[in-house]
């Protein structure tokens, strides 16, 4: 089905970030923990991973939009 090949298609984007971004963006959006949550799990700056999670979404969203 279409839904299921877009969802194939984004995991790939998002498998094709940098290991680190790839991963809070993971335990973002899909285990639902919060940046303070993933901040403490890593033992860094909450800024950091919001920063590094922004940077990821622009990424994806700047990539995904040539699959419109």
């Known amino acids: 089905s279409t839904s299921r090949g877009l969802g194939d298609v984004y995991k790939r984007q998002v498998m094709a970030l940098p290991e680190k971004q790839a991963k809070r963006i ?16 890593e033992g ?3 800024s950091r991973v919001y920063d590094s999670i922004q940077r ?9 939009k040539k699959f419109d």
């Open 26 to 41: 993971y335990a973002r959006f899909y285990l639902g923990m919060t940046v303070k949550e993933i901040a403490k799990t």
């Open 44 to 46: 860094v700056d909450l």
């Open 56 to 64: 990821g979404l622009k990424w994806l969203a700047k990539n995904l």
